[in-house]
């Protein structure tokens, strides 16, 4: 079955930056493009961009842009998200999902990034 | 930017009661690219419909989807004890991919 496991709880200091992972199984990870959300505390979804593991193809959404890099790695199915310049508005728990057509039928556990002082 | 709003904000029901929640956009969507989400306290989201009527795998028929335009629905014809979450919908026909603000549905 698909699965999407992301990596763990993270706390990071404001001007830090961060790398999370979305391991990926149960399909081939070059045959859909991989999509990364993240939610405030008591916010709504905010849709960060994503990233076409097929083609290397990369849209980021433009809050985010000069901040934000996705990668992929084909050999070990894992995608990875890297923010930068983090400030308390940062604190959120961060999907990674998977992308088929645009909508996400399969998503990570989410990883809780704490940015604080 | 496509503003997604959805009403009410909470939505008190009871077991076994109908569900009908809304989902306003600020400019047409393509039927094609409008999605509906439940998530639960803690949980990630679950995709419930795509292509504003479309049932993703493993959903209850008792969710269905529908509109065009500016102007979509999410129905729950009768709410289970598991129902009871936050409901996003969002669109995905072009970038920024946005989601609504939500509706809780609540036990009365």
């Known amino acids: 079955q698909v699965q999407l496991v992301q990596s763990g709880a993270e706390v990071k200091k404001p001007g830090a930056s961060l790398r999370l992972s979305c391991k990926t199984s149960?399909?081939?990870?070059?045959?859909?493009?991989i999509d990364w959300v993240r939610q405030a505390p008591g916010q709504r979804l905010e849709w960060m961009g994503w990233?076409?593991?097929?083609?290397?193809?990369?849209k980021y959404s433009q809050n985010l842009q000069g901040r934000v890099t996705f990668t992929s790695d084909t050999s070990a199915a894992t995608a990875y998200m890297e923010l930068s310049s983090l400030t308390s508005e940062d604190t959120a728990v961060y999907y990674c999902?998977?992308?088929?057509?645009?909508?996400?039928?399969?998503w990570g556990q989410g990883t809780l990034v704490t940015v604080s002082s | 930017e496509i503003v997604l709003t959805q009403s009410p904000g909470t939505l008190s029901l009871s077991p076994g009661e109908r569900a009908t929640l809304s989902c306003r956009a600020s400019?047409?969507?393509?039927?094609?690219?409008l999605a509906w989400y439940q998530q639960k306290r803690g949980q990630a989201p679950r995709l419930l419909i795509y292509?504003?009527?479309s049932r993703a795998n493993g959903i209850p028929d008792r969710f269905s989807g529908s509109g065009s335009g500016t102007d979509f629905t999410l129905t729950i014809t009768r709410l289970e004890p598991e129902d009871f979450a936050v409901y996003y919908c969002?669109?995905?026909?072009?970038?920024?991919?946005?989601f609504g603000q939500g509706t809780k549905v609540e036990i009365k």
């Open positions: 999902a998977r992308d088929v057509s645009g909508h996400n039928g399969n």
């Open positions: 149960g399909y081939t990870f070059t045959d859909h493009a």
């Open positions: 990233i076409n593991t097929g083609t290397g193809d990369i």
């Open positions: 400019q047409s969507v393509s039927s094609t690219y």
């Open positions: 292509g504003a009527s």
């Open positions: 969002q669109h995905y026909g072009n970038s920024p991919r946005t």
